[in-house]
């Protein structure tokens, strides 16, 4: 028996970021280091624009970082094609957008069992069914996105999310567009999905009491850990 702590979901070494814009290169992060656990809930807090949604795509592999290393579950997504970050994230990650990103032609059952069926889940629509449900849509699976309010359409995004059961939850604002109590039952879901599934969250929030509710809260600045 080795008594080496268990390797980090994540582990950031001196992560940058830098966008071409109008007037030249804008650093977006400025090296970031950072290990999450497994299991833990992180909220990224800050002001507009301090780089919180920015890390949270570079550690889901939704952009690529101009410098330093991201690892997450162990593989270093620093050195995949997107291609192989998409391969990777397939029933390892699950993201929530503050805009749903729903699939508007399919229904909640359908958008819900699309990631099952991509991860050859052979029972994609009976599970897709069951996550509905646990969400409190089990009526709503043949109601296309159109038919829906948001905070349906962020539960089925939700369900989406879970349904793979991920190691490794993403969530970007995941309430920003929805009203206080909307919110409050969106986050209540989001840490009770958590629960279920022993994933590890990071969240994006300008909401002080959901960053109360996290393991820990990591703030940024100007593209660096305050």
């Known amino acids: ?6 390797a980090p979901v994540f582990h950031l070494s001196d992560v940058a970021l830098s966008l071409k814009g109008n007037a030249g290169a804008v650093d977006i992060l400025r090296g970031i280091s950072l290990d999450v656990q497994a299991g833990e809930t992180i909220a990224l807090t800050g ?12 550690m889901g592999g939704l952009e690529q970082a101009t410098s330093g290393t991201i ?27 503050q805009s749903f990103h729903l699939i508007p032609t399919m229904t909640a059952l359908e958008n819900v069992a699309t990631p099952l069926e991509l991860a ?35 539960r089925v995004a939700l369900a989406r ?35 279920a599934y022993g994933a590890t969250l990071v969240l994006v929030t300008h909401d002080p009491g959901l960053a109360e509710r996290c393991d820990r809260a990591i703030a940024l600045a100007d593209g660096q850990i305050a």
């Open 1 to 6: 028996m080795s008594d080496h702590p268990p």
């Open 47 to 58: 002001p507009s624009g301090s780089g919180k949604s920015s890390l949270l795509m570079v």
């Open 71 to 97: 690892e997450a579950l162990g593989h270093n997504l620093s050195v995949m094609t997107e291609d192989e970050l998409a391969r990777f994230r397939q029933g390892r990650m699950g993201i929530v957008f």
């Open 120 to 154: 050859g889940v052979p029972d994609a629509f009976s599970q897709a069914e069951a996550v509905l449900k646990t969400v409190g849509l089990g009526h709503r699976s043949n109601h296309y996105p159109a038919q829906m309010s948001g905070g349906e359409q962020q």
């Open 161 to 195: 999310a879970c349904a793979p059961r991920p190691a490794i939850l993403l969530a970007d604002e995941p309430t920003g567009n929805l009203d206080s109590v909307n919110g409050a039952a969106i986050m209540d879901l989001l840490f009770d999905l958590r629960d």
